[in-house]
């Protein structure tokens, strides 16, 4: 199993990425408005200058004297951990795992291509446990 299974099983192609000088305002907004939990820092759409997620408001914003009109720039990660879409579903799990992280953008060529979340690979995980879970039943009953 492949990150790429993970993405085509995900179902959605779709990366969000918003602008590092944006304001925290306004990522709030897109957060709440699509539901995630983390979005790529990018200048151009394509390109990663790093991610910023529900983390980072809560424990970077505290220090800040006006923190709704911060920048993005101001709180998000930049040093972020990454795969391809060739590596494999347990190197992402491990990639989480150890640096205790919920989300990885996927690059392929330079530009980000997804952006996987914990819960996307524990879904994956579930649904190919029970697809084996079926297939061994209708084995033995067969």
Known sequence: MRVRDVLTAKGSATV?????DATVDELLDMLAEHNVGALVVSSDGRSMGGIVSE???????????????????????????VCGPEDSFGSLMSTMTDHRVRHVPVIENDEVVGILSIGDAVKFRMDQLEFERDQLSNYVQG
């Not at 408001?57 to 505290?62: D, Y």
């Open 55 to 81: 983390r980072d408001v809560v424990r970077k914003l505290r220090g800040l004297e006006h923190p709704r009109s911060a920048t993005v720039s101001q709180i998000m990660t930049t040093d972020v951990q």
């Open 16 to 20: 969000l990425t918003i602008s590092p």
